[in-house]
């Protein structure tokens, strides 16, 4: 046996070793900020496209045997609330912080969720304000407590169907806005989105900070 075969084969075990433990805490993860959006804007195929995106992403990252949702409320009929779809918690993240306990600690004012916390399905951190580009605005359609918003103005897009006209409400995933009022620290309910393209085009997310991305959670 070669010194050379045998120095490729102890770098190839100890490639192994490295990313084990990684793989491993991606497989225990139970909530992430998707690391791309669907790319279509604010039209994510309803619910149940952008359900299927976390799901695909959660795969691709070692997740995938656990049922993933997006936190994302809609509008009208048979509204639905964000809190209501993402199981009971707790939830932790890529490396295995806790960012919540229960649905309660995640709306609560006590929630570990953070830029530093609020990790992609990579494990990355999203970039936020000050970063270029930032990535901060993440989709939610909520209100702060993760209840859907009444009335007639869109916040969802038409219920995550147009990639043109209406808007989006967004969190900031950094917890960081334009001053220190509770809705620029908001990682949910921050400002609807906007845009000269109606405000639910992929260039109106990105022109206020955003790029389409979402919050993803494990309910078992």
Not at 75 to 85: F, I, L, P, S, T
Not at 103 to 114: E, P, Q, R, S
Not at 161 to 187: F, I, N, Q, Y
Request: include cysteine; aromatic fraction near 4%.
């Amino acid at each position: 046996m070669s010194l050379r075969y045998t120095a490729a084969s102890m770098l190839a075990g100890l490639a192994i070793i490295v990313a084990a433990p990684a793989m491993a805490q991606q497989s225990a993860m139970s909530f992430f900020i998707t690391s791309a959006g669907p790319g279509n804007g604010a039209n994510l195929d309803g619910l149940d496209g952008a359900d299927k995106h976390c799901q695909t992403l959660a795969a691709a990252a070692g997740a995938g045997a656990k049922t993933w949702r997006a936190y994302l409320s809609t509008q009208g009929q048979g509204a639905v609330n964000a809190r209501d779809r993402i199981g009971k918690g707790p939830w932790v993240n890529a490396k295995g912080t806790t960012i919540a306990k229960d649905v309660a600690d995640l709306h609560g004012a006590a929630n570990n969720l953070t830029k530093q916390t609020a990790l992609s399905e990579k494990g990355d951190v999203i970039n936020g304000r000050g970063d270029q580009p930032n990535r901060h605005d993440i989709l939610t359609g909520s209100q702060p407590d993760g209840t859907a918003f009444a009335g007639d103005k869109d916040m969802t897009c038409k219920n995550w169907t147009s990639a043109t006209e209406g808007s989006a409400m967004v969190g900031h995933s950094d917890r960081s806005g334009l001053d220190d009022s509770a809705p620029a620290k908001s990682w949910n309910s921050s400002h609807p989105s906007r845009g000269p393209g109606g405000g639910c085009t992929q260039a109106d997310l990105r022109s206020t900070g955003g790029d389409g991305l979402l919050y993803c959670f494990a309910v078992n």
